[in-house]
T-cell receptor, first 113, second 114 residues
């Protein structure tokens, strides 16, 4: 079945450092890929998405490219801020296979000033 | 606020009691999902509705769990005879049911069974 494997955390970085959170997936079809973020005390929010191979999703300085050849969707940001501290979830959805979204375990990011 | 809302935000109950949670999705969304999230894990799918029809249930959803969406708007999730292992965050999400569309999540109901 479809699944997502996400880089384990927690990750602690200094402000303005470069961020990479790895995500790989297993899917039988052609899923859409997502990154969700959960700030402390809040619900999951969509950060970015990509719906087909080679698409790049971007938002708030974060980027992720849908790589079918490596089945990956790594999240990157060139310069993190304290306000980026949150838990990040990689997810996939393939409406032709099933109707639920499959999530990774989440990676907690802490950015220190 | 036109987002997904869940009530209550927190619930503490004694083992063996029944609990019910409510979810109000975004009004134009015809799909509604329930997920469970335990500490250090990502959300796990429980069930979903297309309008008022419950179309899929995960095997995680034991017979103590039941969900309804009677008028295709709000939904309730009931857990009967709660067990300590039911302690988790219960998340509700909704979307338009279209290909490649993202789901919008509520803030969740945190259940603690003591």
């Amino acid at each position: 079945g479809n699944s997502v494997t996400q880089m384990e955390g927690p990750v602690t970085l200094s402000e303005e450092a470069f961020l990479t959170i790895n995500c790989t997936y297993t899917a039988t079809g052609y899923p859409s890929l997502f990154w969700y973020v959960q700030y402390p005390g809040e619900g999951l929010q969509l950060l970015l998405k990509a719906t087909k191979a080679d698409d790049k999703g971007s938002n708030k300085g974060f980027e992720a490219t849908y790589r079918k050849e490596t089945t990956s969707f790594h999240l990157e940001k060139g310069s993190v801020q304290v306000s980026d501290s949150a838990v990040y979830f990689c997810a996939l959805s393939d409406r032709e296979i099933n109707n639920d979204m499959r999530f990774g375990a989440g990676t907690r990011l802490t950015v220190k000033p | 606020d036109t987002g997904v809302s869940q009530d209550p935000r927190h619930k503490i109950t004694k083992r063996g009691q029944n609990v019910t949670f409510r979810c109000d999705p975004i009004s134009e969304h015809n799909r509604l999902y329930w997920y469970r999230q335990t500490l250090g894990q990502g959300p796990e799918f429980l069930t979903y509705f297309q309008n008022e029809a419950q179309l899929e249930k995960s095997r995680l959803l034991s017979d103590r769990f039941s969900a309804e969406r009677p008028k295709g708007s709000f939904s309730t999730l009931e857990i009967q005879r709660t067990e300590q292992g039911d302690s988790a965050m219960y998340l509700c999400a909704s979307d338009r049911g279209l290909m490649n569309t993202e789901a919008f999540f509520g803030q969740g109901t945190r259940l603690t069974v003591v």
